[in-house]
Each structure stands twice: as structure tokens, then as C-alpha cells.
């Protein structure tokens, strides 16, 4: 079993930034790939950007130029920067991991971007 716990979300203005942290705890075997994924009302989840235990990134078109995922292995977290947000990124982020298997999910930070 893994845990996931997230921090980090919150209400910012059109143009402003925010950093999601998630913690994983349990068993953490490597390799393996955490990634962050968004849901917004009415609105199946999406792919924001995932990072490998080796370090390759992957972002959906959306984010690219403005998120950045960074992970520290050691610590099993995972981060997520987000530069000039904009109210369509408004969502429940949620924090991914996968190893073999069905992925673990942690329970989702709500981040919101007013206009």
C-alpha cells in the first residue's frame, strides 16, 4: 500500500503561481512514475505532467512552459510549480503514483485561479 497526502493548493489571482507537494509513504518501490492529474467540474480527469524515479517528465500541452513537476527521491514528494495560472486551470489536483498495477491516488488539493 501507498499513501499519498497533497499540500499546497488554494485561491490565487489570473497570472499568479502556487506549488503543489505531495508526500508518499509506505511502500515505494522504484522505478516508478508520480504525477499530478486535474479534475474540473463536470469534467473527467486529466493528465497535468508525470515524473519518473529516473527523472523523465511528460506534461499535457495545457501546462507546458508553465508547470514544472521536480521530484526528491529521497523524500518520496513530489512537487508541482505552476507559473501564471489561469481560472481555466481551476480544478482538484490530485497526486498519482505508479508502480505495477492500479496507480495510488492521494485525496486532491482544490486550486483555484479567479479572473
Known amino acids: 500500500q501507498v499513501q499519498l497526502v497533497e499540500s499546497g493548493g488554494g485561491l490565487v489571482q489570473n497570472g499568479g503561481s502556487l506549488r503543489l507537494s505531495c508526500a508518499a509513504s509506505?511502500?515505494?518501490?522504484?522505478?516508478?512514475?508520480m504525477g499530478w492529474y486535474r479534475q474540473a467540474p463536470g469534467k473527467q480527469r486529466e493528465l497535468v505532467a508525470t515524473i519518473t524515479s529516473g527523472g523523465g517528465t511528460t506534461y499535457a500541452d495545457a501546462v507546458k512552459g508553465r508547470f514544472t513537476i521536480s521530484r526528491v527521491n529521497a523524500q518520496n514528494t513530489v512537487y508541482l510549480q505552476m507559473e501564471s495560472l489561469k481560472p481555466e486551470d481551476t480544478a482538484i489536483y490530485y497526486c498519482?503514483?505508479?508502480?505495477?498495477?492500479?496507480?495510488?491516488w492521494g485525496q486532491g488539493t482544490q486550486v483555484t485561479v479567479s479572473s
Open positions: 509506505g511502500r515505494i518501490l522504484s522505478p516508478n512514475v
Open positions: 498519482s503514483y505508479h508502480q505495477f498495477g492500479p496507480a495510488y
